[in-house]
């Protein structure tokens, strides 16, 4: 019987399991965008971000995922990028930002037979 | 000409004795360890360039080879009193030295990790100190204590600085160049190693220092995440478990790693706050040393003879440290000629 029917609920655990986590989609980002590693987290990709202003979207946010291998906000998120390419303008670190979006759909599609936009 | 006790024989110590030996005073320097050399003499190698630690010995030893330097180990200083502008020096020994000017040249000491409970040093065997660290470099061996190669390490920020519930508020401004320092190190002996470091703030406020943060991204992988571990443990397979939150991501995160490095902050030593209280000398809220002015009095103590060298006031680096002394040196000078 689900657990509702008792009036209750369950809560996912919201803690990242690093252990359980898989970070292939990152690993195939740092060897084909090696700047991907440069991140210091700044946010100026995302301030900068046309589709962020629009849509839930920040680069910021989605190299932090990847990175602990929280690939499922990723997946649902990367397709609202417009491959404008602004982020790679403002990005102090030289991050080539638009590859890093562009092998992370790559990864996926590869890995988890994610479409191709 | 004169004759000027410097009380430490660290990096300071030895560099404002040596210069104003050159200068043609007669300096004795107090050391309470047996050897000189300070803290850095434990350190295997420097940041930003990782210059052995050694060439800075080295050279501090041949600076002070000189027949009006006289260095006297094992002797720690308790109390300096004065009597119409002649110094004495005591120390705990009984033994008394005479002075026209003093350098207080007394440096920090390492905050001690066990005050940090939560992280397990002391309690769990592969938790070290970013010291201990330095010490296998030298040994030239990183191992766990049962002899395997660790296979993820992770370095913690701030053990002892920025932290209320220790009593320091500072920054003691070293560690974290130091962690990239030792990050990369530790990743070129062991390249298969998995690198984390858990930091607050990445303070790299020094020439070359980003470079460095950035050298650790770029060529050796290492993984920064920022957020302050709460707490260590050890899971039933006998690996370290760390607990924090990942602020950037903004959830909280649990990790296994075999080897956890505490980067200890520096304080002032417990027995500088009695020689200050004894002899009149004010601290400040950081419990070091107060100068008379942050800007043109760093080196003034307050009481006219006695001047400061060094990390006696404030967390400095080694380049620092010496142009302090070397400004001291510029102080006594100008006292001791206008008398």
């Known amino acids: 019987m689900p657990a509702s029917k008792f009036g209750y609920t369950l809560s996912e655990p919201r803690v990242i399991d690093y252990e359980a986590n898989n970070r292939q989609i990152a690993e195939y980002i740092f060897e084909h965008e090696p700047t991907f590693r440069l991140c210091i987290e700044c946010g100026a990709c995302a301030a900068t971000c046309t589709a962020g202003q629009f849509m839930t979207f920040s680069l910021r946010e989605l190299n932090v995922l990847l990175k602990r291998g929280e690939n499922d906000i990723p997946r649902q998120r990367i397709k609202n990028c417009m491959f404008c390419g602004k982020c790679i303008l403002v990005c102090p670190r030289g991050v080539n930002t638009r590859s890093v979006i562009f092998h992370a759909r790559e990864a996926f599609r590869k890995t988890e037979g994610y479409e191709r936009l | ?339």
């Open chain 2, 1 to 339: 000409m004169g004759k000027v006790v410097v009380i430490g024989g660290g990096v300071s110590g030895l560099e404002a004795a040596g210069q104003l030996a050159r200068m043609g005073y007669r300096v004795t320097v107090t050391e309470k360890e047996d050897k000189t050399g300070g803290n850095v003499k434990n350190w295997y190698h420097l940041f930003p360039d990782r210059r052995d630690s050694k060439e800075i010995i080295e050279y501090l030893n041949k600076l002070t080879d000189h027949p009006d330097i006289q260095i006297l180990t094992g002797k720690e200083i308790t109390e300096i009193s004065s009597d119409n502008g002649k110094f004495n020096v005591k120390s705990s020994d009984g033994t008394i030295l005479e002075a026209d000017a003093v350098v207080v040249a007394t440096g920090f000491e390492l905050f001690d990790s066990r005050r940090k409970e939560e992280y397990g040093y002391g309690i769990y065997d592969n938790v070290i100190t970013s010291a201990d660290l330095e010490r296998m470099f030298r040994s030239g061996e990183v191992r766990l204590v049962n002899g395997k190669v660790p296979e993820r390490a992770g370095f913690i920020h701030c053990v002892g600085s920025r932290d209320e519930k220790v009593g320091n508020y500072y920054c003691s401004k070293l560690c974290c160049v130091t962690a990239v320092k030792q990050a990369i190190e530790i990743q070129e002996k062991i390249p298969s190693l998995k690198t984390f470091c858990f930091y607050m703030d990445m303070r790299m406020g020094g020439a070359y220092y980003e470079e460095l943060y950035r050298e650790a991204q770029e060529k050796y992988g290492i993984t920064f995440i920022r957020g302050k571990v709460s707490e260590i443990s050890v899971n039933i397979n006998g690996r370290l478990v760390v607990k924090a939150e990942d602020t950037l991501a903004g959830r909280p995160l649990r990790m296994e790693l075999d080897m956890v490095v505490l980067m200890v902050g520096t304080e002032m030593p417990e027995g500088n706050l009695k020689l200050a209280a004894l002899s009149s000398l004010k601290c400040g809220e950081n419990r070091f040393f107060k100068p008379a002015d942050n800007h043109f009095g760093s080196n003034l103590s307050g009481r006219k003879g006695i001047f400061y060298a060094g990390c006696c006031v404030a967390p400095m680096n080694i380049t620092e440290s010496i142009s302090h002394a070397r400004a001291a040196v510029s102080e006594v000078v100008n006292y001791l000629k206008t008398k």
